[in-house]
């Protein structure tokens, strides 16, 4: 099981980028996936859930409206869109996978303690 973040980079307040996760050793039908970021000396928070089981998405308020969360079964790929940018979005960026078999909005109650596989993180900085 490997998932690698791609993606990151630079962008300036307002921009968008989209983040690629690319899922290996196993089919995005058996998981559910998170997206995470964590910035210096914050903890890791999430931005993102899907639930395959639930088939439905769950973001939090802070990024309500300006990410969306996407897979691709073709390529075993998951997206995160992030749009309309701030600095406060600046963080190294996580998706990871569980096989809790729950709701979206409860994958965001328990948090990163239940999923177990990462991916190594891609870095985005806002900034002008």
């Known amino acids: 099981v490997q998932l690698q973040a791609s993606g990151g980079g630079l962008v300036q307040p307002g921009g968008s980028l989209r983040l690629s996760c690319a899922v290996s050793g196993f089919s995005l039908a058996a998981y559910s996936f998170g997206w995470f970021r964590q910035a210096p000396g914050k903890e890791r928070e999430g931005v993102a859930y899907?639930?395959?089981?639930?088939?439905?998405?769950y973001y939090p308020d802070s990024v309500k409206g300006r990410f969306t969360m996407s897979r691709d079964y073709a390529t075993n790929t998951y997206y995160l869109q992030m749009s309309n940018l701030e600095t406060e979005d600046t963080a190294t960026y996580y998706c990871?996978?569980?096989?809790?078999?729950?709701?979206?909005?409860?994958?965001?109650?328990?948090?990163?303690?239940?999923?177990?596989?990462w991916g190594q993180g891609t870095l985005v900085t806002v900034s002008s």
């Open positions: 899907y639930s395959t089981s639930y088939g439905e998405t």
């Open positions: 990871a996978a569980t096989t809790m078999v729950t709701a979206a909005r409860a994958l965001g109650i328990f948090g990163p303690s239940i999923f177990d596989s």
